[in-house]
């Protein structure tokens, strides 16, 4: 089943420059190594060293952060739209 991946600035290098990406999965931890086994160069940044979600990554599912479903055991549906937001900073100086 198809699933929009929306990919944030800051990662956009590692997936050729592209904001969005679909790709095939059941599951959010089935997409994110779906994502790295396509595009290497964000290995070790959509998942911790057990397959699960990295502490300082979050990802929403048609706007519901996952944490607060299944996190990365969260089924997908065919048509979904998952965002990815890595940690943000910054502010006034």
């Not at 990295?54 to 048509?79: H, I």
């Not at 937001?85 to 900073?89: E, G, N, S």
């Given at each position: 089943m198809p699933v929009t991946v929306r990919i944030p600035v800051p990662l956009r290098q590692a997936v050729e420059g592209l904001s969005e990406v679909t790709l095939e999965a059941t599951q959010v931890s089935a997409l994110l190594q779906a994502l790295e086994e396509r595009f290497p160069a964000l290995a070790g940044r959509l998942r911790d060293g057990s397959g699960g979600l990295?502490?300082?990554?979050?990802?929403?599912?048609?706007?519901?952060?996952?944490?607060?479903?299944?996190?990365?055991?969260?089924?997908?549906?065919?048509?979904d739209v998952v965002s990815l937001?890595?940690?943000?900073?910054g502010g006034y100086t």
């Open positions: 990295p502490r300082f990554l979050r990802v929403y599912v048609n706007g519901q952060d996952v944490q607060l479903v299944r996190g990365a055991e969260t089924p997908l549906a065919d048509g937001l890595p940690p943000l900073a």
